[in-house]
């Protein structure tokens, strides 16, 4: 069977190899993923992956490979379990460090993981839904989606819980908020499904944080959740013109530098000196 895609015109299904939507006539062109040839490449080789989702991956393994380091090094007998100090250096939410000045946690917590169990976790449901977001919005939009709802659901965590917070889940929620604003847009019975299944993907995740003995965060994963919804209604899908597709890659750009100097802030506050 030929996979099928959305016309960003009528919303119909058409096949991936129809330049001219069969319904309303419009030209269609390649998705945002074949217009990437590195994105291509590597997702070739990795089922449903997609360069910028492998990108997120990598980073968050790294880091966590960082901590646990550090965690050894500090004598924690569970290299499993990060300890709330090698936590806060990296850069988890705190609510009274980000009051009196460091900002920069409400980006760096978002590649911060407590516990094995926490980033294979996040890092299979990444490892899908990124996936799905990159192929439906773009590269550009994902960075930018992913990059708010962060921001956002650390920010309306420092409000609603105070403790250290950390998690690829706030981004996470932003993406499953994009792809619920997606069946919004689309008035059709296909956007009612796509609704219907994001918007239950995110009650199990709320659910999930309500059971006894797990520390998650839900305020996180609202605020992240809201962001994520309103940053994908705005967004669109990609093929809307060349002025508004160098808009969202330049507000990429803006994403990957500010995040950038985020850990860079991070790196000065972890080798400050009598630390």
């Not at 990598?58 to 007998?77: E, K």
């Amino acid at each position: 069977m030929a996979e099928l895609r959305m016309c960003p015109h009528c919303r119909a299904f058409i096949s991936r190899r129809d330049r001219v939507c069969p319904y309303c006539e419009s030209e269609v062109g390649p998705t945002a993923a074949e217009r990437s040839g590195l994105s291509s490449a590597l997702g070739g080789r990795i089922p449903q992956a997609r360069f910028t989702t492998t990108v997120l991956l990598v980073i968050n393994f790294g880091l966590y490979l960082a901590l646990t380091l550090t965690t050894i090094r500090a004598g924690n007998p569970d290299p499993f379990s990060i300890d709330g100090r090698t936590l806060f250096d990296f850069g988890a939410k705190y609510r009274d460090a980000i009051v009196f000045g460091q900002w920069w946690r409400l980006v760096t917590a978002g590649f911060l993981h407590g516990g094995l169990l926490h980033i294979l976790m996040n890092s299979w449901v990444l490892f899908d839904l990124g996936a799905v977001v990159e192929q439906t919005y773009g590269a550009a939009r994902l960075i930018v989606i992913y990059f708010m709802a962060t921001v956002g659901g650390f920010f309306a965590s420092t409000f609603w819980y105070r403790g250290l917070s950390v998690g690829a889940s706030a981004g996470i929620f932003g993406l499953i908020g994009a792809m619920i604003a997606l069946g919004v847009r689309c008035r059709s019975p296909l956007g009612v499904a796509i609704r219907s299944f994001y918007f239950r993907w995110a009650i199990y995740g709320l659910l999930l944080g309500l059971l006894p003995g797990l520390r998650v965060d839900n305020a996180a994963h609202l605020g992240g959740l809201f962001v994520g919804l309103g940053a994908g209604y705005m967004a669109g899908l990609p093929g809307q013109g060349d002025r508004l597709e160098r808009f969202w890659r330049l507000a990429a750009a803006a994403a990957i530098v500010v995040t950038a100097l985020c850990f860079a802030q991070m790196y000065m506050w972890l080798t400050r000196p009598g630390r």
